[in-house]
């Protein structure tokens, strides 16, 4: 129900008493003459893909362009693992006879010398005493052993450990396994800011564990100053490839427009969107294989302001009705 | 007839007393009737809202927006059901008939809910209905600001939630606050996952812990020395520690606390929709909405009252100060109006003095305009009418008439007690000179109530926006009838005297001297016509000519803009915006436009949606309120639409942001409406949005194709970006993992979940479980989430399922219970019919429709084609009922015939105003048409029935045209008078709101100064021709 209508209406009733003056076929503009603003303007009518906008409004918005060049890819895979001890260093300390023990020289984290007496032990059989000697330098990580106690061999009263060196156990997926090898670096790092360190697979292991269908690799990770505690879950993150390509752009100055990956250039009248094709990606860059060339200037940053203004023909009304 | 003016007259106190009582009524009527600005236009919509944590709009539409649709259909008089399934939200709007009442609607659907619920899936969200307001209710905005500048986003939507909406929300006539804007606090506990599987606890568990160590619990009393104690066990957490030390598990007597996995922290809960202000930042706002029905500006001095009360006991530097409300729009409203009205009484009042030239009748005569405003009051009161701009235009317009019918009387009685016989009681002679005139006096009025029915008749928008208009016109101008009949008689009767000299000389030279003047020159004029009846029937058609020829020049439009004062800026940006881009280029455009435009003195922007309840939009979209100074203070521009038009010139460089630039009430009332504003819309109902898509592009390439298609625009209804995660079921199988499990982690590590609410006193706040942000702030990070697996396996998500981005929907909109996209566009240069036959042709021929899909055409024109054929048979009904009482009133076929000719003569006038004004056709002036129509009706009916009166009593023709003529001079320039110049103060002023009322105006008074001139000429110069030969016959005393 509009204008139309009621002039239909006053021409009706004007018809009906013989007066023919109203022609009801007046062709009247669109109705609701509501709507202002920048209906009319599309910037975005095809063949004409082009953002001009200012050095202010540039700035305002915070685009930022960039020069096409060579760049680094380093292509990472994150491997999940545990420290544990470093097992060449480990020795387990036992009794060669059942005894009791007449004396306990070292307690649970004392440091000892290979050959240094770690108890003494009155022999069942001889009542001959004996002492049990540490077998590597190293730590004591386990101690079960008590004055008066009866050790029956096969009791495990000392564990020492050399805690110079752990561990790093990574489990590595399925999808992953092609592309982990022997000798790759591995960043490695604790949880709770508790440190980071870099070392290199020296083990990977042939089979995959039935249980986590994940296989083995292993890093043998210097351990000076005692912070990485055996038992600690750590994030690997191998750097599986590193190559310089020719062309490699930041990631965010790729904007999927028109249901194809683009990168806005800048040519002498503003930006132009241009379909590009990506090859290699890391965590921040991606190589261009074809759309962009070298020594070209885009947008680096802001780039989905650009794509925006391009939209603004299509937006419509987002409300609803 | 006869017998109501004896009665009346005989029981005069009777009706005195009848008369003071309809005055007090209307008096008590005009304080309790609502007031508002304008007309509400809203259509009985009952809305169900439901909220599902972050679900995609695919899924909404699937899992809930669908079981609510059909679960309401066939409700009794439900016109159309219409939904949006949105990011997290679905809307689901219920269009009910005009007239149906809106709590049995809601009654109605609240049953049909129930059912809803039960097919809803758990988790999914819970159905409510939206508010009981309308469009015109969102009555007030207010704005809480901090000065002390230290309160955090989430203090701040604290205070406005447990202070200000809590108090607010109680004051009577407010339905619902909604707020938005800040962060709504929640106690978040940000798990670690690297914790969980170090202790071997799930996310499932760390839900269920929450759940089972945060209650209180009652367990009846004991009796104490015959005492009775209440016994409660307190186990609520009430702050952040309490949770920290809830115990996950114990592992050989050594706890495991909730603190060891997981940091808890207060934080902002996800958010769909922020509040900006000023281009300065983000902040924290509220809407008022007020029930259906109340008074509006009632409400609002009390929501404003309590405002006050509030800030008084806000913490510190903080206040809540209303920065938008229609207060001061009604105010300016009925300003208008009533300014008006009061000019119009003024010019009225000094119009009666002049003509009559004495004071007892011109009292008797202006007691008329008290008597019918009251009446209407009454009436208005009575039917629901509020006072708005509309209503109490149709009384301003009705001013001038109201007085008709009693002019009529008064002089004919003023005339008769001068020519009396000195001896004859005064109330005999009061009583005849009633009784001559009340039939035509009747009839006349009659036929003006008459004319305006095509009116009620009127749908949609403008039936709503004109029929109060037509309704208080027409029940004044039934009060005006009743004054003249049952009131004038006893008025007269008391008031008037007989003139003191000149007793029984009849004689015009008593006659006052601006009616002799008149007199002096129109007698001649009026005599060289009826001689030459060929020169006024000249003068007719030449004036018919002028009137044709301007008419086509004449430009169109809608309704004209109301200007409301303030302004309200759409914003709409990519549909992939993310919720804080989004907010930072509102700021930009705030900032710009503050900085451009010195008369914009406040700007406020709702981004995305609040509180649900009034809005459903995505982050995308904004709205931003413009508050701008007294437009005599403007320097940017002088009138609203050159600064509109600046605005938009503006904004038009601005990058990634469309705007659209409209007022606050209409924006408000637009969202509510159905359907398209283009002229055409063609509408493709499917399942499948990609083949609604490409088959949308084919149409609208076929439409635009054909001629006379303008602005074809489809429906963009994709670009917001999805992470796709899909499983991969063979990589389960081999886990043995189920889908559920793998999505549990997805919903909760990812999305969260709340475990639980904390209370602060009443103040409750959500306990929110999820991964600490670093570990899924990225599909990578997503990717290495960890899923376990029945062997103790923990296997990382991206092992499991394919995560891919894609574009997905913005928002799927449905109506009747079926996906559609909208293919719009605007006809221009030929007319619609056949642009749409051309188009269902092109369709049918080039555009080959999978099963299922269907087109439907629509839009402006089909409400335009009904409303047509609506007319077409009220027009000639209305025609009828007018020709049956004019017959009924004459007896004579060519009497009434003559009298119909009256409205091509008052045409002339109308446009020649509109054009002389430069004003454009339009609703408002076509309803002055219509209006305009029935005063010059009843103008040539006073006229004819003088003529015949006097035809009867033997006078010759000729001379009976030229003395029936100056007889009624009086009474119809009178009538003329009054009715036009009562509308004069509407047609020059320009307050709020006279924007719609100026046309009118202009029309009523143009077309009475031609057709009073025509009638006063060209009818007596015609009469001869339609004298009813059978009348004059029978009536004539020398052929008995």
């Known amino acids: 129900m509009n204008k139309h209508t009621l002039i239909t209406a006053v021409a009706a009733l004007a018809w009906f008493t013989g007066f023919g003056i109203l022609s009801p076929n007046r062709t009247l503009a669109a109705p609701h003459a509501d709507e202002h603003g920048a209906d009319e303007a599309q910037p975005g009518a095809h063949g004409d893909e082009i953002v001009r906008l200012d050095a202010a409004t540039l700035k305002e918005f915070g685009i930022e362009t960039g020069q096409a060049g060579p760049g680094q890819l380093r292509t990472e895979v994150q491997v999940p693992g545990e420290v544990r001890l470093n097992e060449s260093g480990v020795a387990h300390i036992v009794p060669r006879f059942p005894g009791v023990v007449t004396a306990v020289h070292r307690k649970l984290g004392d440091t000892v010398k290979a050959g240094e007496v770690l108890a003494t032990i009155e022999s069942n059989d001889s009542l001959v005493t004996y002492e049990l000697k540490s077998l590597v330098d190293g730590t004591v990580i386990n101690r079960h052993i008590a004055l008066g106690e009866v050790l029956e061999t096969g009791s495990e009263p000392f564990v020492v450990a050399d805690l110079g060196s752990v561990w790093v156990d990574f489990s590595v997926y399925q999808k992953d396994i092609g592309l982990i090898r022997e000798g790759q670096a591995v960043t490695i790092t604790a949880p709770h800011g508790l440190g980071s360190a870099t070392a290199t697979i020296s083990y990977l292991g042939p089979t995959m564990s039935e249980s986590t269908r994940t296989a083995l690799a292993r890093v043998v990770l210097p351990n000076a100053d005692r912070k990485w505690l055996p038992g600690l879950f750590v994030t690997g993150r191998v750097v599986v490839d590193e190559t310089t390509y020719p062309v490699v752009i930041p990631q965010s100055a790729v904007q999927v427009f028109e249901e194809r990956e683009s990168v806005f250039v800048q040519t002498k009248d503003g930006f132009v969107p241009r379909p590009v094709k990506l090859g290699r990606r890391d965590s921040a860059a991606v190589e261009v294989i074809e759309g962009l060339e070298r020594g070209e200037i885009f947008a680096a940053t802001g780039a989905f302001h650009l794509k925006a203004t391009l939209l603004k023909g299509s937006l419509g009304d987002g409300h609803n009705h | ?1040």
Not at chain 2, 320 to 340: F, H, M, N, R, S
Not at chain 2, 691 to 719: E, F, H, N, S, Y
Not at chain 2, 791 to 809: F, R
Not at chain 2, 811 to 835: A, H, M, P, W
Request: proline share 5%; aromatic share 6%; net charge neutral.
């Open chain 2, 1 to 1040: 007839m006869e017998r109501l003016i004896q009665f009346c007259l005989r029981s005069r106190l009777l009706v005195l007393v009848l008369g003071a009582l309809v005055l007090a009524g209307g008096y008590y009527s005009y304080r309790r009737l609502p007031v508002d600005a304008f007309p509400d236009v809203s259509p009985v919509l009952v809305q169900i809202f439901v909220e599902t944590e972050g679900l995609a709009p695919e899924e909404v539409e699937k899992f809930v927006t669908y079981p609510v649709e059909v679960s309401m259909n066939g409700l009794p008089k439900l016109n159309q059901i219409r939904s949006v399934s949105n990011f997290g939200l679905s809307v689901v709007n219920l269009y009910f008939e005009d007239g149906m009442d809106i709590y049995q609607a809601r009654q109605l659907v609240n049953e049909r809910l129930q059912q809803a619920r039960e097919s809803i899936p758990a988790g999914f969200g819970d159905p409510v209905m939206g508010p009981i307001s309308t469009g015109m209710g969102q009555i007030l905005f207010f704005l809480l600001e901090d000065k002390t500048g230290r309160r955090t986003p989430q203090d701040m939507r604290e205070i406005q939630d447990w202070l200000v909406k809590f108090n607010v929300q109680t004051v009577k006539g407010v339905t619902e606050v909604l707020s938005l804007g800040g962060e709504v606090k929640q106690f978040q506990v940000q798990v670690r996952p690297d914790d969980l599987l170090r202790y071997g606890v799930s996310l499932p568990d760390i839900k269920r812990a929450l759940e089972a160590n945060n209650n209180n619990a009652g367990a009846q009393y004991i009796v104490k020395n015959s005492e009775q104690y209440i016994v409660r066990s307190v186990g609520l957490a009430e702050n952040i520690p309490d949770l920290e030390h809830i115990v996950l598990k114990t592992v050989d007597g050594t706890p495991v606390y909730l603190r060891q996995v997981a940091e808890v922290v207060t934080g902002g809960e996800i958010r769909a929709g922020l509040a900006t202000v000023d281009g300065k930042g983000e902040a924290v706002v509220g809407m008022i909405l007020k029930l259906i029905g109340t008074n509006t500006s009632e409400v609002i001095a009390s929501v404003k009252d309590r405002m006050t009360e509030i800030n008084r006991m806000l913490p510190e530097g903080v206040v809540v100060t209303p920065y938008y409300d229609q207060a001061t729009l009604v105010a300016k409203c009925v300003q208008t109006v009533l300014k008006a009205l009061y000019e119009a009484v003024v010019l009225v009042v000094i119009i009666q003095l002049l003509m009559l030239g004495a004071v007892r009748p011109s009292i008797v005569v202006l007691a008329s305009i008290p008597f019918s405003l009251a009446f209407a009051f009454c009436l208005m009161n009575y039917l629901g009418i509020s006072a708005n701009l509309m209503s109490l235009g149709g009384l301003a317009i009705a001013l001038g008439l109201l007085v008709d019918g009693s002019v009529v009387m008064v002089e004919n009685v003023e005339r008769m007690l001068r020519e009396s016989a000195p001896d004859e009681p005064r109330i005999h002679v009061v009583a005849r000179a009633c009784t001559e005139v009340a039939r035509p006096i009747m009839f006349s009025l009659l036929i003006i109530v008459v004319v305006f029915l095509p009116l009620l008749t009127l749908q949609g928008v403008e039936g709503k926006t004109f029929r109060p208009l037509a309704q208080t016109m027409a029940v004044a101008m039934f009060g005006s009838l009743i004054f003249a009949l049952v009131f004038t008689p006893v008025l007269s009767s008391l008031l008037m005297r007989r003139p003191k000299s000149g007793a029984g000389h009849p004689g015009e030279h008593k006659e006052f001297i601006v009616l002799r003047a008149m007199l002096w020159l129109y007698r001649p004029v009026v005599a060289f016509f009826v001689r030459r009846p060929a020169a006024a029937i000249a003068l007719g058609l030449a004036l018919l000519g002028i009137g044709g020829a301007i008419f086509t020049r004449l430009g169109s439009e809608f309704v004209p803009r109301l200007n409301e004062g303030d302004l309200l800026i759409r914003v709409t940006m990519a549909p992939s915006i993310s919720i804080e881009e989004s907010r930072d280029t509102v700021l930009r455009f705030e900032r710009r436009l503050m900085a451009q435009f010195p008369e914009v003195t406040r700007i406020v922007s709702r981004v995305g949606r609040g509180e649900v309840g009034a809005h459903a939009d995505p982050v995308n979209s904004a709205e931003a309120f413009v508050a701008l100074k007294p437009q005599d203070q403007w320097t940017s521009a002088k009138t609203l639409d050159e600064l509109l038009a600046r605005m938009g010139e503006s904004l038009e460089s601005f990058p990634g942001a469309q705007f659209s630039l409209t007022q606050p009430i209409s924006a408000a009332v637009d969202e509510l409406l159905t359907g398209t504003k283009a002229a055409l819309a063609v509408k493709l109902f499917g399942p499948d949005m990609e083949v609604l898509r490409t088959q949308a592009d084919a149409l609208a390439k076929v439409i635009g194709a054909i001629p006379g298609a303008a602005d074809v625009q489809k429906d963009q209804v994709t670009g917001t970006p999805q992470l796709l995660i899909r499983v991969n079921r063979e990589a389960l199988a081999r886990y043995g993992i189920n889908v559920e499990e793998v999505q549990e982690v997805i919903r909760i590590a990812i999305g969260g979940e709340t475990a639980g609410q904390i209370f602060e006193g009443i103040r409750r706040f959500d306990i929110y479980l999820r991964f600490a942000p670093e570990y899924r702030g990225t599909a990578e990070q997503i990717g290495h989430l960890l899923v376990a697996a029945p062997g103790g396996a923990q296997v990382p998500l991206d092992e499991l399922a394919t995560i891919a981005e894609i574009v997905g929907p913005r928002q799927i909109t449905r109506e009747d219970n079926q996906r559609f996209i909208t293919v719009q566009c605007n006809v221009r240069g030929r007319d619609i019919g056949s642009f749409v036959a051309d188009g269902q042709r092109a369709i049918a021929e080039k555009i080959q429709l999978p099963p299922g899909y269907f087109v439907q055409w629509g839009g402006q024109f089909e409400l335009q084609q009904e409303a047509n054929k609506r007319l077409a048979l009220v027009i000639p009904l209305t025609l009828l009922v007018v020709f049956l009482l004019l017959y009924s009133a004459f007896n004579s076929l060519r009497n009434s015939l003559l009298i119909l000719l009256n409205i091509p003569l008052a045409l002339v006038g109308g446009i020649a105003g509109l054009w002389l004004t430069g004003q454009n056709l339009s609703v408002p002036s076509s309803v002055g048409f219509i209006a305009l129509f029935g005063i010059a009706l009843a103008n040539g009916m006073v006229l004819v029935t003088c003529l015949n009166q006097l035809l009867q009593d033997g006078v010759p023709m000729a001379e009976a045209c030229v003395r029936g003529a100056c007889l009624r001079l009086r009474p119809v320039l009178m009538t003329a008078a009054a009715a036009g110049l009562g509308l004069v103060p509407m047609a020059l002023s320009h307050g709020t709101g006279s924007e719609v009322q100026r046309p009118l105006a202009t029309v009523v008074i143009g077309g009475l100064i031609t057709s009073t001139l025509l009638t006063l000429l060209v009818i007596p110069a015609l009469y001869r021709w339609f004298a009813d030969s059978s009348a004059s016959k029978t009536s004539n005393p020398r052929h008995p």
